[in-house]
């Protein structure tokens, strides 16, 4: 085991007297969704060992332990990403932390540019593929056993199971959720026009910042995954000129919804898996 991965476990352990059994990422604008935990505890992530910190506005960068309908969770209020200068495998680490520390299933949540005709800022769609060839792999480097193989398969990255169980608490909620494929590019730019319509003629149907390089790092390690994109603009050359305070807007309009989402479907993702 690295041993600044392995300090950061340890650290935490001394915080905590839950075992969570899910972790959830929370992307840009949509922190306000851990509102629905209760018995609280926070872990700032500048105070564990050797962890990256969030520096992004709308990352208010610490775990937070607790319990979401009496399941218990382990919540990152905000990420890490590439372009503030970190290395993939320091992305990465949140995920590999929140595995080490007990949790077997992740739903990672993101802000995303539409691509697809069909989607509007403000619609939320389920993650049934992704696009990683825009970014380094975080799993470059010499492969930790202990972690999981040195060429792992990633032929179904986000879990049939829980994908439907979120379309079935979708509805009866009254949430309507697309289903598409998500793409990361490295940012902090936005992506141009030409680079839009190339991403779309890949079969991309969203794109962001980040997300991916999290999935491959849990499936690596065996988690059951599900990933959730609030689209909060339509990309480059489909509609206005792109900013961050309009994302992190939309986003916060959007996390009511997925507090409905992540509250409906939490027990029946944390039942038996196929997997």
Do not use: W
Request: hydrophobic share 40%; glycine share 12%; proline share 5%.
């Amino acid at each position: 085991m690295e041993d600044t991965l392995q300090k950061a476990v340890d650290y935490i352990k001394t915080k905590i007297d839950i075992v969570p059994r899910i972790g959830l990422v929370l992307g840009s604008g949509l922190g306000d969704a851990a509102d629905i935990m209760e018995d609280m505890v926070c872990v700032p992530y500048r105070d564990i060992p050797g962890f990256p910190c969030s520096t992004v506005a709308g990352h208010k960068g610490r775990f937070i332990f607790g319990h979401i309908d009496s399941v218990p969770v382990v919540v990152m209020q905000g990420r890490v990403h590439y372009y503030e200068g970190y290395s993939m495998e320091q992305c990465v680490m949140p995920v590999r932390t929140m595995f080490l520390l007990g949790a077997g299933k992740l739903i990672l949540t993101n802000a995303s540019g539409g691509i697809a005709g069909e989607l509007d800022p403000g619609d939320m769609m389920i993650l049934t593929d992704h696009i990683s060839a825009f970014i380094p792999s975080p799993l470059i480097g010499k492969n930790k056993e202990e972690l999981g193989p040195r060429f792992p398969d990633m032929t179904e990255v986000y879990s049939g199971r829980i994908n439907h169980i979120l379309e079935e608490a979708g509805a009866e909620c009254g949430i309507k959720l697309r289903k598409g494929v998500y793409l990361q590019v490295t940012g902090p730019q936005y992506e141009t026009p030409a680079e839009i319509r190339f991403y779309g003629l890949i079969g991309a149907d969203a794109v962001g910042m980040s997300t991916v390089c999290e999935a491959i790092a849990a499936k690596h390690m065996g988690m059951e995954i599900a990933g959730i994109s609030v689209v909060c603009n339509k990309a480059a050359g489909l509609g206005g000129v792109l900013s961050h305070e309009d994302i992190i807007k939309t986003g916060d309009t959007a996390s009511d919804k997925l507090k409905k989402l992540i509250l409906a479907s939490i027990n029946r993702i944390d039942g038996d898996s196929d997997r």
